[in-house]
């Protein structure tokens, strides 16, 4: 098979997005339309991708500058190329841009930045219909009206039984017989290279918008001899583009109707799949429950027997085997991830911040925040509390409404918790402190010093009591 050199239409202002982001970068599931194609383009194993970019052409290719250096770890061979479409004269015109680029020794696969979905599969065996001397495109049949789209005019079958394509012909330019076609074109298209140079040197803008159109290679392609075939396919929302919000949010509950599919295919327990959304990547093991309202965000990992009570939403996070998170609580891992071990419990309403790292059987309680913190196994911290920047040593008990000073205006500090310390509610760890193995520390302590193991430290005012003392009273 010749090399694949990959081009994605992203020029287009998205007028009826009615934003000032460009089309292509408003987000589907978490990541921009235009990455779910570029993804695609890197599992396809292209040689190339070259980013046709026009409207907000300074945004998407910056963009693309910061998919290459994420992309750059799954896929080395993609080189990622975008060129700019100034002015912008039509389909044909952009693709025309990208003509330089394009090695005549390879094959070219057209996509476009606002069609997210098209499937490997799919693009793989429109390669393969391809081969090294016709055209390919990629099709839809639903059975009802194609509304607006361009119809699929076929010609009399072939003594192999491929029925090739004579024409595209747009809604508004058909007759009545052409518009009941119910077979249209997705917008993509595989040519050998040095094909699609030939036609596209053809095109001419002789028409009422003055364009110059794609869907004219069709028209040279066959006056030329050139076979054109096509890939009929009928699942519409794999081919489905966004021009509106309307259009974005029914894609987005097609995405996670499909996710949940396939997590609860594999074992996954949703209460209601209607409620659930994944926004990246999530993994999970067996026996796993998810209850409503949940959005998982990055790289999330489920290990066996997790539950997730209602209404979480956790980021770029790896749960253990039998840790439950219960209602309300937010976990994000940031760039590093946070961990919560096996048989930890977390929540509810309790927040895990980057560099949270929880040991087996943690209990992080109701508005309990950790950021940057490491608990062993066996702590606990269930009420009100704050641990940021702590080391936190196995069986510690943190007490209700105690946090970690750990910010003196300009530095953070650390505070380390030895294995077994007790520290009361309402305590304040001024870091850098170390409160030694087996201490306890006092209800209402201001602790700012690092104290022996086994030791009691109690800093506090003496409490006076006055008898008989009269409140004041509200003058007349």
């Known amino acids: 098979m010749s090399a694949i050199d990959v081009v994605i239409m992203a020029a287009g202002k998205g007028t009826r997005m009615k934003s000032q982001r460009p089309k292509v970068l408003h987000r589907l599931a978490g990541r921009p339309l235009l990455g779910h194609v570029l993804d695609s383009a890197a599992a396809l194993r292209a040689r190339s991708a070259v980013v046709i970019t026009g409207h907000g052409a300074a945004e998407v290719e910056a963009f693309c500058a910061d998919w290459t250096g994420a992309a750059g770890r799954k896929s080395t061979e993609l080189q990622l190329r975008p060129v700019r479409q100034e002015p912008q004269l039509g389909t044909g015109h952009a693709v025309q841009q990208a003509v330089p680029m394009l090695p005549d020794d390879g094959l070219t696969l057209i996509l476009n930045g606002d069609v997210p979905l098209v499937r490997t599969e799919t693009m793989q065996r429109l390669i393969a219909l391809c081969g090294d001397d016709q055209i390919a495109l990629l099709t839809v049949d639903t059975g009802r009206d194609a509304g607006a789209y361009g119809r699929i005019v076929r010609g009399a079958a072939e003594p192999d039984g491929d029925v090739p394509v004579r024409a595209i012909v747009e809604a508004k330019d058909a007759t009545p017989d052409q518009r009941a076609i119910t077979e249209w074109y997705s917008g993509v298209m595989a040519a050998p290279t040095r094909l699609l140079k030939r036609y596209l040197a053809l095109l001419t803008d002789d028409n ?19 076979p054109v075939l096509a890939l009929k396919i009928d699942d519409e929302a794999e081919v489905a583009g966004v021009n509106s919000p309307v259009q974005l949010a029914e894609l987005e509950r097609e995405v996670q109707r499909r996710t949940a599919q396939r997590l609860m295919e594999a074992g996954v327990r949703l209460l209601d799949p209607a409620r659930f959304d994944v926004r990246g990547d999530l993994q999970c093991g067996q026996d796993v429950e998810i209850d409503v309202g949940c959005i998982f965000e990055g790289t999330v990992t489920l290990a066996d027997n997790v539950r997730i009570g209602a209404h979480c939403v956790i980021a770029n996070a790896r749960v253990e085997a039998g840790a439950v998170i219960h209602p309300f609580t937010h976990i994000d891992g940031g760039k590093d991830g946070a961990v919560v071990g096996p048989g930890a419990l977390v929540g509810p309403f309790a927040r895990l911040r980057p560099g949270a790292q929880l040991g087996a059987e943690v209990h992080i309680g109701n508005f309990v925040e950790v950021k940057n913190s490491t608990l062993a196994a066996g702590a606990k911290a269930n009420h009100l509390a704050y641990l940021g920047d702590a080391t936190v040593g196995e069986r510690v008990n943190y007490g209700a409404g105690s946090i970690t000073a750990n910010y003196d205006g300009a530095n953070k500090h650390r505070t380390v918790l030895e294995a077994d310390v007790h520290v009361g509610s309402n305590c304040v760890l001024v870091a850098p402190v170390t ?42």
């Open 435 to 476: 409160i030694g193995a087996g201490g306890t520390v006092g209800g209402g302590s201001t602790i700012t010093k690092s104290t022996p193991p086994g030791a009691l430290s109690v800093a506090r005012g003496k409490q006076v009591s006055i008898a008989n003392w009269a409140r004041p009273q509200k003058k007349r």
């Open 208 to 226: 009422a918008q003055q364009e110059f159109y794609l869907t004219d290679v069709v028209k040279h392609a066959v006056a030329g001899g050139t």
